[in-house]
């Protein structure tokens, strides 16, 4: 497959675009492919500024809005697309708040000549992607179980789209699948007997597991290119705000439900610096200053953030000067 013929789908949430928009430009810069916007619960005036860039440029697709009355979950936005679109052999997404460094499309094109599935995609904020034994959650950085079993990532992922739809079919499994009560029960006895049975599981995870249940091939492999921030949209869109119906500016004021969380305090740290430095910059306004009194490595990951972001919101100018911005 040609890196051109490829399309990667970008689902967008609440009100994030005009602060996000800049890492998607990036990964505009960096790669032949085209893009599909997906709006999943959007502001009417992020959708018009999605339509606006598609209408000025071939690199965006279409924006396809969600036919849903509140924000579903990445997984499901995502089936709604696979059902609902067919780009060829290739079923592609990408997480909204990754930076790309340099050319990334046609190095997993060519893994994907050998795998049904290639992942990608770590986060800033962590240094663990292995769940720990015992514990009974598949969160989105778990990309490896304890004994080296490949759950796979949801932040960056090609499929063998036949592949996909025939292992979703057979065991009746979507990508937006979290737990016990979404899959039949001949589905989780080939779960528990592949020793993979939890409580919940974030975006892809099952499907990944129903996939290589079924022989399938799944690799997951990290590529320098890319800077994956991890948590952002979350941040700026939680889903317990309404945003296609908020008659105000659609930004949610506050901090989200989930960060209040236990073991997710970087994460918590990282996206909110990066909210409000993507904030200040697209405003002309000062960025925050780095905290006092952090430990070295969260400073030196706050440090490098602030950098990567300054110089991507400078380069993001030829877009945004594409409608009139």
Known sequence: MRESDLVWNVVWTGGVYPHLR?????LFDRTEASF?????????????????LGEATDRVVETLVLDVDRMVPHGAALDLVLDARDDGPVFAFID??????????????HRLEDHDVVTSGVEVWTEENTLAE??????????YDHDGFVFGSPHVALYDREALLDTSARWEVGLHCGNRSEMPDRTWARIEEMGRAKMAYDTAKVVNIMMQADGRSLVHEEHEALLHIGGVSHYLAPPEHDFATDKTSGEFEGEPKWTRFQGIELRHEIARFTSNTLKALSSGTVPPAIGDGLDAPTEAKLRMV??????MVAASRPWLELTGE
């Open 306 to 311: 602030r950098d990567e972001l300054e110089s």
């Open 134 to 143: 015992g514990e009974m959650g598949v969160g989105g950085r778990h990309f």
């Open 96 to 109: 909204v708040d990754i930076k790309a460094l340099a050319p990334y499309t046609a190095d997993f094109l």
């Open 22 to 26: 800049h890492f998607v430009f990036s």
């Open 36 to 52: 599909r916007f997906v709006a999943n619960n959007c502001t009417p005036s992020s959708v018009e500024q999605m339509t606006a």
